[in-house]
C-alpha cells in the first residue's frame, strides 16, 4: 500500500522558520516526482512546490519562492520542505503528494500555524 | 499563469447527474485531472487524463475535455458523494512550470 506521511506541523511565529518532512513507503520512491500543496483553512488547494525525481528539476509558486526550499533524499525515503520567513497567510494544512501530470497518492497532511 | 475556473457550487438530487466545470483557456490541448475531497480528508484522485479513472473510483464517475471546458460527470449521485471537487492541470507556459488548480467546487446532495 503506497503511504506518505507527513511530520513537522507546528505553531510558528511570523517571521520564523519549520521543516516538514515527508515518508513514503509501499512504492519506489526513487522513482516518483513529488509535490508540497497546501490548503488555508476553508479555502481551496493551492500547490507550491515540485521536485523530480532525482532533485535535479524544482519548481515553485510565485508565493513561496525565495522562502521555501524543497529537498528529497531517496535513501532514506523522505521529501523535505524547509520554510523560511513565515508570514500570517502561510497558515495552512500542508500535504506532500506523489507524482508529475497528475497526483495520485496524499498523505493526510500536517498542519502549520503562524501566529504570535 | 494559468488560470482554471470551476463554479463554487453545484446541487443535485440523489440518484440524479451532476455536472462540474472546469473552464480554461484552451483546456482541450491539455491533460485534466480531477480530486475528490471530503470534510477533514486528503484530496483523492477520482479523473486523470481528462477521463481516466484510477482503480478503485467506481463507474459512475466519467470525465470529459474539449476546446475551453473539461467537465465530471457523476451519474446516479449517492449521498457519499457529498465533496469539494478539484480540476488540476499542469502548466508548461510561461517562465513558471507547475500544478494548477481550479478554485473548487462543493457537490451537495440534496
Known amino acids: 500500500e503506497v503511504q506518505l506521511v507527513e511530520s513537522g506541523g507546528a505553531l510558528v511565529q511570523p517571521g520564523g522558520s519549520q521543516r516538514l518532512a515527508c515518508a513514503g513507503s509501499?512504492?519506489?520512491?526513487?522513482?516518483?516526482?513529488l509535490n508540497w500543496v497546501r490548503q488555508a483553512p476553508g479555502k481551496g488547494l493551492e500547490w507550491i512546490a515540485y521536485?523530480?525525481?532525482?532533485?535535479?528539476?524544482?519548481y515553485y509558486a510565485d508565493s513561496v519562492k525565495g522562502r521555501f526550499t524543497i529537498s528529497r533524499d531517496n535513501a532514506k525515503n523522505s521529501l523535505f520542505l524547509q520554510m523560511n520567513n513565515l508570514r500570517d497567510d502561510d497558515t495552512a494544512i500542508y500535504y506532500c503528494a506523489r507524482g508529475s501530470l497528475e497526483l495520485d497518492s496524499w498523505g493526510q497532511g500536517t498542519l502549520v500555524t503562524v501566529s504570535s | 499563469s494559468y488560470v482554471l475556473t470551476q463554479p463554487p457550487s453545484v446541487s443535485v438530487a440523489p440518484g440524479k447527474t451532476a455536472t462540474i466545470t472546469c473552464g480554461g483557456n484552451?483546456?482541450?490541448?491539455?491533460?485534466v485531472h480531477w480530486y475528490q475531497q471530503k470534510p477533514g480528508q486528503a484530496p483523492v484522485l477520482v479523473i486523470s487524463?481528462?477521463?481516466d479513472r484510477p482503480s478503485g473510483i467506481p463507474e459512475r464517475f466519467s470525465g470529459s475535455n474539449s476546446g475551453n471546458t473539461a467537465t465530471l460527470t457523476l451519474n446516479r449521485v449517492e449521498a457519499g458523494d457529498e465533496a469539494d471537487y478539484y480540476c488540476?492541470?499542469?502548466?508548461?507556459?510561461?517562465?513558471?512550470?507547475?500544478?494548477?488548480f481550479g478554485g473548487g467546487t462543493k457537490l451537495t446532495v440534496l
Open positions: 509501499g512504492f519506489s520512491f526513487s522513482g516518483y516526482s
Open positions: 488540476q492541470v499542469w502548466d508548461n507556459s510561461g517562465d513558471h512550470p507547475g500544478v494548477i
Open positions: 487524463y481528462n477521463g
Open positions: 484552451n483546456i482541450g490541448s491539455k491533460s
Open positions: 521536485i523530480s525525481i532525482s532533485g535535479d528539476s524544482i
